[in-house]
């Protein structure tokens, strides 16, 4: 079964705009991540938040967590074109948080 | 930099046959993973290695097997390939997370597309 589940499935924005994906879990965690994949490509890591930590910035990304609702959410800001991928959010589970579930993910689509 | 190779990017295979999907890792990691990735599905955890002939099931291992017999290579098998099993397969590894290592990001390698017909 699927831990994260973003919201919305795909989200389309004009450049400038700012961007907001949303994370809901269901179990307890050790840390939360988000990763970026381009069409067709592999993904790549994002950002990391700990269960201990409430927001995390890095550049024109900012990531919060709330662990009382079970969620998190990643804000991109003055989205550009290249910012279009399909966006990723994975819970790290177990005692050390290394198995990684991923959610469905969020289409962005930012048109210039 | 981190490199993750999988072996091929895409792949046909016949109906019934066995599969083999290789992945390496040049970093030393102790975790490797095994994805499949579907459309509308996101990715899905088939198989978790967190060290050498060390496995956990994910939530699909069904019609999968793994090996890991050295560190650096995790490799996915299926059995008895069916057309059901079309999809992308993503291979992925990490660092042990300890006092020390506080950055247990994944890194992904290109993904191998199977087509079985």
């Known amino acids: 079964s699927q831990q994260g589940e973003e919201d919305p499935q795909a989200l389309s924005i004009q450049e400038g705009e700012n961007a907001t994906m949303n994370c809901s879990y269901k179990t307890s965690i050790n840390n939360l991540q988000w990763y970026r994949q381009n069409s067709g490509r592999g993904l790549v890591h994002l950002i990391l938040i700990r269960s201990n930590e409430r927001e995390k910035h890095s550049g024109r990304l900012r990531v919060t967590l709330d662990t009382s609702k079970k969620s998190s959410s990643l804000l991109i800001t003055a989205s550009r074109a290249a910012d279009t991928a399909s966006y990723f959010c994975a819970t790290g589970k177990g005692f050390q948080g290394g198995k990684l579930i991923f959610g469905q993910g969020t289409e962005l689509s930012v048109k210039p | 930099d981190v490199k993750v190779t999988q072996s091929s990017r895409y792949l046909v295979k016949r109906t019934g046959e066995k599969v083999f999907l290789e992945c390496v890792q040049d970093?030393?990691?102790?975790?490797m993973f095994w994805y499949r990735q579907d459309p509308g599905l996101g990715l899905r955890l088939i198989y978790f290695?967190?060290?050498?002939?060390?496995?956990e099931k994910g939530d699909i291992p069904e019609g999968y097997s793994v090996s890991r017999e050295k560190k650096e290579r995790f490799s996915l098998i299926l059995e008895s390939a069916s057309t059901n099993q079309t999809s992308m397969y993503l291979c992925a590894s990490s660092l042990k997370k300890t006092l020390i290592t506080r950055n247990t990001e994944a890194f992904f390698g290109q993904g191998t597309r199977l087509t079985v017909v």
């Open positions: 970093m030393d990691h102790e975790n």
């Open positions: 290695s967190y060290d050498v002939k060390m496995k």
